[in-house]
């Protein structure tokens, strides 16, 4: 997701792959019934990472940039059980496009393309307003990276670590889990709660081998729940 720093939401149009097919199968995205809107119980801020109940409201962005003051959030939902369902037999079906690359033995990129769905969910008015509103200054907008759209990554048994640390090409991200790790060894989502240059720094000291002390492992609520986070 991108930010917009006024008043004004504007959406990239959409692009179209002239290589993909749009689903013409797939449930009309409604978001009455595919959303159940939820509060996190706590955000963190960038600003020592304090965990706070909410954030305050500001009036402009902190940075001149338009940076939030916002690190990441504690977990909630966005999707009720029947978006999530759909959502589930979406990545199943984009099962057979799965790419893979020296970062991730598999993920599922270019969905954007192919479901309309997946347009309408990643660019939901009503989502945008309540993650907006959890910044607690930052109008966000959907990113211009239609091809990143649900991104989804994939692990499989004794593979490799699925990423390492890295930042994300986008300035706010919702990092959804979309399946049961509750039988899982591994697979945590982990932050390093430092700045980017700083947590970099350690990352190459410690070959990404970092101490706990470093690490904050997000808790999530199960299946379906989600936290969101700066890129």
């Not at 996190?40 to 954030?55: H, I, M, T, Y």
């Not at 504690?74 to 369902?85: I, V």
């Not at 990404?208 to 470093?214: I, Y």
Request: proline content about 7%; some cysteine; aromatic content about 10%.
């Amino acid at each position: 997701m991108n930010r917009k720093t006024n008043n004004t939401c504007l959406i990239p149009p959409l692009l179209v792959d002239f290589d993909s097919e749009i689903y013409v199968d797939e449930p009309v995205y409604d978001p009455d019934i595919h959303l159940a809107l939820t509060e996190p119980d706590f955000v963190v801020l960038l600003d020592g990472f304090q965990r706070v109940p909410k954030a305050p409201q500001l009036a402009k962005p902190k940075s001149i940039n338009g940076e939030s003051q916002i690190a990441y959030t504690g977990p909630f939902q966005l999707l009720s059980d029947e978006g999530y369902r759909v959502l589930q037999t979406i990545l199943k079906r984009e099962m057979a496009y799965r790419i893979s690359d020296a970062r991730h033995p598999a993920k599922i990129r270019f969905g954007g393309y192919r479901s309309k769905w997946l347009q309408d969910f990643n660019r939901c008015p009503r989502i945008l307003d309540h993650l907006s509103r959890i910044t607690g200054d930052v109008q966000l907008i959907p990113t211009t990276l239609q091809s990143s759209y649900s991104h989804t990554n994939i692990g499989y048994t004794g593979e490799d670590k699925v990423d390492l640390f890295h930042r994300d090409s986008v300035p706010y991200v919702v990092i959804l889990l979309a399946s049961d790790m509750t039988q899982t060894i591994g697979g945590e989502l982990q932050l390093i709660e430092r700045n980017p240059e700083e947590a970099f720094r350690l990352i190459e000291q410690y070959q990404g081998k970092l101490p706990k002390e470093f690490i904050k492992t997000i808790d999530y609520l199960g299946p379906n729940s989600c936290v969101f986070m700066q890129g």
